[in-house]
């Protein structure tokens, strides 16, 4: 079985500020890690994800996200953040072994808001 | 083509009535997931279907709730004598099944949110 956390409900980022969301998770075995982005009002959007080689993975609108085994952690990072990132954020992760059946286990979610 | 649908997009019942929510996957995804959205948290995985076969039900909470995908497109998922725990949103994705081994991108709908009072 496999879990997730997300420390940070809640993080408020001036605009143009950089933010890191973090995400760290608990499994016995290999897993695939992503970050989905849930915008007001519409579904979830995958934003990155990591499968194998470099642990520095980036994705859509500028996000980035590191892996690291050691710590197990994959904290997403944003160098300057825009008005429009505000949303919330979700850590996920799939066992790798269980090819066929990808259900996600998910963190509770951050919710990052924007300050203009 | 269009993406994943849901409907209801919001449902509101009376304890102990049965509802019946429904998946239109992205055309020609072989995979359908749904998951429930308690206030505040994560999606949590109820099931999961590959064509119309249900390849794991350990999500699901009791034996109040059921889904099926009998043609292998088009997914319900059923609550009986629902109860006001059951509020939520639930919320469906579909993704390719290939061949080989890697992850297949799960694509979400906009969810139905169900409130029984």
């Known amino acids: 079985a496999q879990s997730v956390t997300q420390l940070d409900s809640q993080v408020p980022v001036f605009e143009e500020a950089p933010v890191e969301l973090r995400c760290n998770y608990s499994?016995?075995?290999?897993?695939?890690l992503f970050w989905y982005v849930q915008y007001p009002n519409q579904g979830l959007q995958l934003l990155l994800k990591?499968?194998?080689?470099?642990?520095l993975v980036k994705g859509i609108n500028g996000f980035e996200a590191e892996f690291n085994k050691s710590q197990t952690s994959f904290h997403l990072r944003k160098p300057s953040v825009h008005i429009s990132d505000t949303a919330e954020y979700f850590c996920?992760?799939?066992?790798?072994?269980?090819?066929?059946?990808?259900?996600?286990?998910f963190g509770t979610g951050t919710r990052l808001t924007i300050i203009p | 083509g269009a993406g994943v649908s849901q409907s209801p997009r919001y449902k509101v019942t009376k304890r102990g009535q049965d509802v019946a929510l429904r998946c239109d996957p992205i055309?020609?995804?072989?995979?359908l997931y749904w998951y429930r959205q308690a206030l505040g948290q994560g999606p949590e995985f109820l099931t999961y279907?590959?064509?119309?076969?249900?390849?794991?039900k350990s999500g699901l909470p009791n034996d109040r709730f059921s889904a099926e995908r009998p043609e292998g497109s088009i997914s319900t998922l059923t609550i009986q004598r629902t109860e006001q725990r059951d509020s939520a949103m639930y919320r469906c994705?579909?993704?390719?099944?290939?061949?080989?081994?890697?992850?297949?991108?799960?694509?979400f709908g906009p969810g139905t949110r169900l409130t029984v009072l």
């Open positions: 994705a579909s993704s390719f099944l290939t061949g080989t081994s890697g992850y297949n991108e799960q694509f």
């Open positions: 499994s016995s075995v290999s897993v695939y």
């Open positions: 990591y499968l194998s080689g470099s642990t």
């Open positions: 996920a992760v799939s066992d790798q072994s269980d090819f066929g059946n990808e259900k996600l286990t």
């Open positions: 055309s020609g995804h072989v995979s």
């Open positions: 279907f590959n064509y119309e076969a249900q390849q794991d």
